[in-house]
């Protein structure tokens, strides 16, 4: 291993102090990777939808913490390729400059702290450490908000397990998505950088690296943004609204099912429940969705205004 990708991985060890968990010292803590955490990009001019099947690559300082994990997953372009990349991606960055303020409010510590609000009452007790660099991308019509969430999760006793997580959220259906998100000072958009980054982590937490064991890997379909698309994966839960598997890239992705139905399912985008147990016909309770918080914790961004998605 060259001294520079020991470098880089010595990046997934490092924590800064921005974190967040029970006050008695006890239950599920939170903390940001070291760098330069949550890190924003865009989509590059005329993709309407989001490119699911390459990983984005945030800027800013938190690069090397991020890269290391997509090292590990053998995701990295070649060097020959970087040059004109970041000129494309300064390019699909743009999309982003309505929203700075909404993006530089929020900090590591208001996005975790609004974070956890969200997770289950169970979750939240969890006696673990999670480590996290999350990276959101912004389609290039504004409507569709997509998290990649490079996870070291650390129980008290064990080795750490390395998961990456990729979220997409339901597109807007409103004539203006970039007005939409700027409402109250850009409260929508940092309420659902929230939502997506408690989504990743129950994903985390109740999914083991065992599930997709012995599962037949399938072409399954989602939607991405405004359209509909297919990727080769295994299938490890689903919800009213959702579709979660693991990716041939090892990845786990939730993402809105092709089929939802919005007028049914609107307050519960991201509920799911493990394939395997509906497959057998039994009747496991859906895990919780995300947001469903306990109603006396303290939320650092007010909740979503509600938004049908398409």
Known sequence: MSTALRGLMAGLVLCVG??????DGRGLELRMGEGNWPAWQGVGAGEASLNTGNMMYPGGG???GFLAAVITHGLILHSSRAAMRNEQQAKADQVLN???NAIDGLTAEKLISAT???LPPADRQAQQVLELRPAYTLSADERTLMLDNAI???AAQGKPLDRIVRVLAPALDTADPSAYWQQDQGRPLQQQAATLLAHSIQLALSIPPSAADGKPAKTLRYRSGSADTMERGKLLAMGCNRIVMETLRGWILSAPRTDAQPETCATQPYAFEAADLTATGATPAPRPATGAADP???TAV???PATPPR
């Open 18 to 23: 921005v974190s967040a968990y029970a006050q």
């Open 62 to 64: 938190g690069l090397e």
């Open 98 to 100: 309505p929203h700075r």
């Open 116 to 118: 956890r609000d969200q």
């Open 152 to 154: 070291r999760v650390q």
């Open 296 to 298: 006396a914790a303290s």
């Open 302 to 304: 007010p909740a979503d």
